[in-house]
């Protein structure tokens, strides 16, 4: 091969700077950084330090779990309507705009809720949680939304997604590094001061990060141009029943769904865990709650080459297939260990196989959207990230059913700096074995259902380029 056809080959393998992947990529630091404070401190936040019922917790967590997930798709659907004011700057890019930056300063209502009635306190967790949620979708959905269309080549997919790996793995990190360093342990009801300055800072870092992204999030005038052009050529007004109703027949979207749920499911419970099983089941430092993390991070960035690999020859389906299934077992493992040594080595075990889904869940969910552009000849990815993320928001309802559920049965007492035997099963059992449950299921699907292998998806982006999709 000359010298210019190669370079033109890479041109086209991949399209865009190492600049611009990072930029976009920085949306996965703000999305796990954010879910990641959110979810591992809010419960606790409530039960042990406003001493608001568990009821009340579990009540209003449900309720936004479910409003989540119907937010989300719903979210998707407006974001796909050309209005006017999104023409200059793409639909992607401006709802990006508009709802960056509230998102951020709404994080912080979150823990500064007015004390001393508990119908008051619940309303306020309600309230802000769903308002944080709906900025939230609009800013994930649309950022989503770009990457299937921004990068189009499968090497350059891999690679944006090894990027966002790495990035959403740091925003793991210090999502949880940073509330620990400023919260403190006193007695229940003590340390409601430090939660605030806490919310204060992870305002600030959601900030600075939703401006690293406008490089990568920018949508191009020739994408904008063809996304209108598109949108005018297509049916119009076509009903969000209609298009829900199409969404749900596609067996390969349905798959993968199952499967990204018990991923999010997974890190909803295991985050909101992790306090709950250093404290009561561990019992050891705090610190040791963060160099859990440690083994656990790092087998899941080293994986990340190794999965990639395993992608680009065998498929996103065969890797995604070893990473349900392997995670399933670790975390069956995991259940048994009561040393901190045989802990560690479970950890980094399950990083390593959830390096695989989290390698390839967006190359992965992309092939998915290439095959639904071919079916229906119109390009709305962002209705079907919103399925994606209702979907993926039920953990959030899976988590506060799990803790509602199990913390009373098994006999969790809040106000109470140890917790009896059953209690400690308890805590183990919600964050590892419903989980495990959920990979297996996930697993299952992708293993009977799923069917865009290697020669499917190359024939799709033949296809997609023939019709100048």
Request: include cysteine.
């Amino acid at each position: 091969m000359s010298k210019k056809n190669s370079n033109q080959n890479a041109s086209e393998t991949f399209k865009y700077s190492n600049k611009i992947h990072w930029s976009y990529s920085f949306g996965s630091f703000f999305d796990d950084f954010a879910t990641t404070a959110l979810g591992m401190w809010v419960f606790k936040f409530y039960e042990t330090e406003i001493l608001l019922n568990i009821v009340y917790i579990m009540l209003a967590v449900v309720v936004y779990g479910i409003w989540n997930a119907f937010n989300d798709p719903i979210a998707g659907y407006i974001s796909e309507i050309p209005f006017k004011f999104t023409k200059r700057r793409g639909k992607r890019f401006t709802w990006f705009l508009i709802s960056a930056i509230p998102c951020a300063l709404v994080f912080i209502f979150i823990f500064t809720p007015p004390i001393g009635n508990e119908i008051i306190e619940f309303a306020w967790l309600l309230f802000f949680l769903c308002l944080f949620d709906t900025l939230f979708s609009f800013m994930i959905i649309n950022w989503q939304a770009i990457y299937p269309n921004k990068f189009r080549s499968h090497e350059e997919r891999t690679k944006v997604g090894a990027i966002e790996t790495i990035l959403s793995n740091v925003g793991l990190v210090i999502g949880m590094i940073l509330p620990w360093l400023i919260i403190t342990s006193g007695p229940p009801g003590t340390n409601i001061n430090s939660y605030i300055i806490m919310s204060a800072l992870v305002t600030i870092v959601l900030i600075i990060s939703a401006f690293f992204m406008i490089p990568g999030t920018r949508e191009e005038k020739e994408e904008i141009e063809k996304s209108f052009q598109i949108d005018k050529s297509a049916e119009k007004n076509k009903p969000y029943i209609e298009i829900f109703k199409f969404a749900i027949k596609e067996k390969n979207f349905m798959a993968y769904l199952v499967a990204y749920l018990a991923q999010t499911t997974v890190m909803a419970i295991m985050l909101a865990s992790i306090p709950y099983w250093v404290q009561y089941v561990l019992i050891v430092d705090p610190l040791v709650e963060y160099l859990l993390f440690v083994p656990f991070l790092l087998a899941g960035l080293c994986s990340i080459p190794f999965w990639i690999k395993i992608s680009r020859k065998h498929g996103n389906r065969i890797g995604y297939m070893c990473g349900t299934s392997f995670t399933a077992i670790f975390l069956m493992v995991t259940l048994f260990p009561f040393d901190i040594i045989g802990t560690f080595v479970c950890m980094g075990l399950i990083g390593l196989s959830m390096g695989a889904t989290w390698s390839l869940m967006y190359p992965t969910f992309s092939d998915i959207i290439d095959e639904i552009v071919i079916k229906t000849g119109t390009r709305e990815e962002g209705i079907y990230f919103g399925f994606r993320r209702f979907f993926s928001r039920l953990s959030i309802v899976i988590q506060a059913l799990t803790f509602g559920i199990i913390h009373p049965l098994t006999g969790f007492n809040p106000v109470s700096s140890t917790q009896s035997f059953p209690a400690q099963w308890g805590i183990k059992v919600g964050m590892l074995v419903i989980p495990a449950i959920f990979y297996i299921l996930g697993f299952l699907c992708m293993w009977k259902i799923y069917d865009l292998k290697p020669k499917k998806v190359q024939e799709i982006k033949i296809q997609l380029k023939e019709l100048k999709l």
